[in-house]
């Protein structure tokens, strides 16, 4: 399958490398392919500049924001929560029409100091998923993978022996089939994909990361997630 | 040990029955003892009139908010969220000064429809476990016990063998002592009290409440809560 991700970093480097090693056909999406490809400091979170990572995975093609929106057949949101309606319209709602968004993405706000908050806009009774449906109406948005590292993300056998968590929240059943079909190829087992509804279940699974990071902070070093107990 | 209950409601009357029957002595605070008595009228949950359950714990003493705080040597807050500091404020600083309050409430908001928000001003960047320190600073005020169906807060063991997580906060640690010995009571084990550490953890654990209502809403009928998985 065709997918595009938008978002250079970390968590984009990561599915990329995924799906692209899942046979997908993977782009990814920056600002300025030049100067991001230019870069070679360590990002803020420490890691090696984007050129480096794009020597072994070759094979995903680094393109601009409406270009690599124009090529997936699949758009997955991995840019910082505050910055992702800003490279989304970047991207160009036409790029973006008819087709599922993943939007793993969350409003953190890092401007009160840590751990982070969420964006007060952004949070509670609304949410970034919601905004970014509300944005781009013709888009079908599903929230999915935003409350675990993203190493988890695209192999949760990991930890646990692959059982725990994930939420799906999105408007559009099918949309939300494809991608539990996704998820299933990274390891994800149907019973543990729980899905909230509709894209207001974005507002539930954006806030898990309030306790997240608190656990983040109190937690032995090492990948965690939630599993359910009843 | 004495201990007094702030709230007449289910999960007061939960709290009450449990620690009674661990041999505590337990009194229950009300704003108005006659008119609570005298109600016949089931509450707006559906649960039957205090006076029904009182008569199958009347061991439990019933008494004004001043009166029932003076009596304890803990102090749990079982009061809606929305309503609990005009209730503490009620029961008296005085009688509260130097003691543990265990708060177990979270501040939800119906006012926007179901499933519940959390009231703006008590949430992401500040919290009711907060709200409550601030207003009574010589109280010793511990959250925990709040993300989950009062059943669960006596007897953990009633899902997956009692494994399962409850945060703790606080800003004092001999508090947190005293408090983790009461739940290890109700059959809580060490291991799976996560002290979140000082009061301000009361955001990430009141926050739990914005994904719970949502599984409340999507899971098969039956108590749960949630693990860590790593």
Redesign the interface.
């Known amino acids: 399958m065709k997918i595009s991700i938008i978002g250079t970093g970390n968590v984009g480097q990561t599915l990329a490398a995924s799906l692209a090693d899942l046979g997908h056909e993977v782009i990814i999406g920056t600002r300025d392919v030049s100067k991001k490809l230019a870069e070679v400091d360590k990002d803020a979170s420490g890691n090696p500049p984007f050129a480096d990572w794009h020597k072994a995975y070759s094979k995903v093609k680094l393109d601009t924001f409406p270009n690599a929106a124009s090529f997936g057949e699949i758009v997955i949101n991995a840019v910082h929560g505050g910055s992702s309606l800003d490279a989304l319209k970047m991207a160009g709602a036409s790029n973006l029409k008819g087709k599922i968004l993943i939007d793993i993405a969350n409003p953190l706000d890092f401007s009160?100091g840590m751990p982070p908050?969420?964006i007060?806009q952004l949070?509670?009774?609304w949410s970034l998923g919601e905004e970014i449906q509300k944005t781009f109406p013709e888009t079908r948005v599903v929230k999915t993978l935003n409350t675990m590292w993203c190493g988890l993300m695209v192999n949760p056998a990991l930890?646990?022996g692959g059982?725990?968590l994930n939420?799906l929240a999105g408007n559009d059943a099918t949309a939300k089939e494809k991608v539990i079909e996704l998820l299933q190829e990274f390891g994800w087992r149907k019973e543990n994909l729980?899905?909230?509804?509709d894209i207001t279940?974005a507002?539930?699974?954006e806030?898990?990361l309030?306790?997240w990071?608190?656990?983040w902070?109190?937690?032995?070093h090492?990948?965690?997630?939630?599993?359910?107990?009843?």
């Open positions: 009160k908050s969420l007060p949070s509670n009774t930890i646990g059982n725990h939420y729980i899905d909230l509804g279940g507002r539930a699974s806030s898990v309030l306790i990071v608190r656990l902070g109190v937690l032995p090492g990948p965690f997630n939630f599993n359910i107990v009843r």
